[in-house]
């Protein structure tokens, strides 16, 4: 059974920082992408950052670029999301998501598998 499981997300005022983790268990971490994901109440689940299975390729939304830094530990079966000069607009619940295939792709349906979800709220 596969298992993904957030950590990390808190209260934090503007202009601070958090480190998200995801824990994965059930599955051989390094042979697939893993992307975060955010939605904010009322909004639908985005795309925030993707890594691919190599760790080489990144990609993130325009919103985060600059401030957020998605990596992987394949030896930890972990995935990071390092945000930096958080704003507001960066509340929401933050889930981790893994995809059977090698490269970053951005929709929903393209993973499989997703973490519970941990909130982040950024206080002005």
């Known amino acids: 059974q596969v298992q993904l499981v957030e950590s990390g997300g808190g209260l934090v005022q503007a202009g601070g920082s958090l480190r998200l983790s995801c824990a994965t268990s059930?599955?051989?971490?390094?042979?697939?992408?893993m992307g975060w994901f955010r939605q904010a109440p009322g909004k639908e689940r985005e795309f925030v950052a993707g890594?691919?299975?190599?760790?080489?390729?990144?990609y993130y939304t325009n919103s985060v670029k600059g401030r957020f830094t998605i990596s992987r530990d394949n030896a930890k079966n972990t995935v990071y999301l390092q945000m930096n000069s958080l704003k507001p607009e960066d509340t929401a619940v933050y889930y981790c998501?893994?995809?059977?295939?090698?490269?970053?792709?951005?929709?929903?349906?393209?993973?499989?598998?997703w973490g519970q979800g941990t909130q982040v709220t950024v206080s002005s």
């Open positions: 890594i691919s299975a190599s760790g080489i390729s990144t």
């Open positions: 059930g599955r051989t971490f390094s042979t697939g992408a």
């Open positions: 998501a893994a995809r059977n295939g090698r490269s970053v792709l951005t929709t929903n349906n393209d993973y499989s598998y």
